[in-house]
């Protein structure tokens, strides 16, 4: 598991599994001190019929994240 530093939060990408079909998200866990660890949805409604495929989507999602923070997304 590869997880990506994007300032305040270590991030990665993850399958997790509903009712049998599968949601691609990215897990948030904020740097110590905080022990917070939040999961988000990578697209709204969007459902994988494997864990691996979603996966996939869901860590390029966290690279893509990484990549957009890199680039200054946060500095506005």
């Known amino acids: 598991m590869?997880?990506?530093?994007?300032?305040e939060f270590?991030?990665?990408g993850?399958?997790?599994e509903v009712?049998?079909?599968?949601?691609?998200v990215?897990?948030?866990r904020a740097?110590?001190?905080l022990t917070t660890v939040t999961?988000?949805?990578?697209?709204?409604?969007?459902?994988?019929k494997t864990a691996d495929v979603?996966?996939?989507?869901a860590q390029d999602a966290a690279k893509a994240l990484k990549l957009a923070v890199d680039e200054g997304a946060l500095k506005a």
């Open 39 to 48: 999961s988000h949805q990578v697209e709204k409604d969007r459902w994988f």
């Open 10 to 12: 270590f991030i990665r």
């Open 19 to 24: 009712e049998g079909e599968f949601q691609a």
């Open 54 to 57: 979603a996966a996939v989507a």
């Open 31 to 33: 740097k110590p001190p």
């Open 2 to 7: 590869t997880e990506f530093d994007i300032g």
């Open 26 to 28: 990215i897990i948030m």
């Open 14 to 16: 993850e399958a997790r």
